[in-house]
């Protein structure tokens, strides 16, 4: 027994000696962003925050032969260091060891990892004008597992009755549905984003990131985001990251703690002003500083912090979280969100990075705008007047979805022609240094469902379909317009448009999926959806063809896509009745051509008598036979 107790009382003391110790490591590293790095980067250069309770007092050191430790920067808030690293090209991955010192001992040391890089990394195609990309909301597609709809912690909890609340959507959601994806002919998923939101309310469409470096537990992991990508990859699908580096979440973990007092704009103020939206004083010659800085400085919204990109810290750590997830995550593109908010020069810088690690990377950045002049300043390869230089590869068409909607809704009157919209506005592309890298779309999570934007004329809704696959650029489908979602109203409440998927969820009385529970108009929607993305998946004209097209004539728009192999015809008729179309005046596109394929049909059409006769307010594709 005195045995027993000697023992208990020597390891009480041996604790309460070692317990400060245990205590002082304890505090040293609460993260260090990125938690790690490759080997064979094009930029041989690593800027690494680190952050813990006073990580200030601590010195750090590396020894190691291929990395280098060239400077560490102190900030404001003695909670935070910058580690700039320099990596040999010649480095091996592995494990090396970052030390901190306190007079000389080390007091904590951080193993930090480089990976290997896989061999075709830098060389990887982004997506391109080959491409059909499918839009997701992922709390809004498919529950595939429901054990993360609650998760412990996190400030708002599942509420499906609730339009804006969180539906229980996730990662696995969609890795069970690829094989119909793949199936529909989608080559491309533009996913909304993934990223931990933890707001307390309205956070399901994740536009309010509270960590940049993880997936939010309800839609998932990390490793489950990887495995998606890598799933996709088996299928001819790449996947393209939804980001955001204008703002954050108000409840992102370094609120309240910033590294500098200038992290956020307008950080020590305490009415925040919002931004104006007048995104047009990018460009505008006569426009004052002041309205260009609350353009940009402005924050989106109460709950969005304004991120500072002008503080060069902020700035290198937006572009490395960018490049780790295109190299974690075997990425195919991104979508940037509000392209034109934040510092426009950090945007120049942002873009010019990635393209210098990935030259055949491709992403696609959100302007906001129907007019062709603002939207086109922001390609890659524009001259612009005023000196901007940017990087940016695509942009989304929204001047020619504007144009497409105007035409198919414009009422019939005499003397006028109802389509010259989407006419005009395609004569607009001399203003795009490549407008075949535009993504152009009937709707998106943003605007109402494109059948609502035709007030439910779904003769209409195919001729947007048929417009679509035939003009110029990469087509973009929002999910569920392949079975007419939609709320038979022009509603812009977001919960409305970005409705659940049906057959999501266990239970749903009609399935998208499947096709079990669908109306005759859902089914032919969604096999008309397939034809025309199957075709073009296999039709380079279709791809990279050249474009040439007929002024409306009256209310029938006729274009050609075409190459060496193929030539395709799509004529649209807004007339209410059937008209009899004069073939002579496409002579020369048709040539001598006797015959065509209906791609929707897969009927012979005969040309030889040099009239075709079309339906009131349809559409055709033809393949045409010479």
Known sequence: MKVGILKNVNTLVFILILLPLFAQKKMIIDRIEPGSWWTGMHHPHLQLLVHGDHIQDLSPSIEHESVFLEGVITVENANYLFLNLSIAPDARPGIFTIEFNRNGETVFTYAYELRQREPESRIR???????????????????????????????????????????GGDIQGIIDHLDYLEDMGFT??????????DMPNYSYHGYATTDYYKVDPRFGTNEDYLRLSAEAKKRGIKIIMDLIVNHCGLYHWWTGDEPTPDWYNFQGDQDKPLTSHKRVSLSDPYATKSDIELLSDGWFVPT????????????????????????YADLGGIRQDTYTYPDPGFMTEWSKRIMEEYPHFNIVGEEWSINPAIVSRWQAGKRNKNGYVSHLPSLFDFPLQFALTESLNKEIQPQLESLDPIYEMLANDFLYPDPFNLVVFLDNHDMPRFIDQVHGKIDRFKMGLVYLFTTRGIPQIFYGTEVLMGNKINSSDHGLIRSDMPGGWKGDLANAFTGKGLNEEQRTVKNMVRKLAQFRKKTTALQNGTLRHYAPLKEVYTMFRY????????????????????????A????????GLDVLTEKTVDLSNGFLEMPGDSAIMLTIDR
């Open 304 to 327: 969005m912090p304004d991120l500072n990109q002008k503080n060069p810290l902020l700035a290198n750590y937006l572009i490395q979280n960018s490049i780790w997830w295109i190299e």
């Open 188 to 197: 491309a998923l533009w996913i909304n984003p993934v990223l931990e939101n």
């Open 588 to 595: 020369e596109q048709l040539r001598d051509a006797k015959v």
């Open 125 to 167: 195609d982004g997506f391109s004008n080959k491409d059909i990309m499918y839009l997701i909301t992922p709390d809004r597609f498919a529950n595939g597992d429901d054990t993360n709809n609650l998760s412990r912690g996190m400030r708002e909890k599942p509420n499906r009755k609730a339009k804006g609340g969180r539906h």
């Open 563 to 586: 190459d060496a192999t193929t030539t395709v015809m799509s004529i649209f008729n807004k007339n209410p009745k059937s008209v009899k179309i004069d073939l002579d005046r496409f």
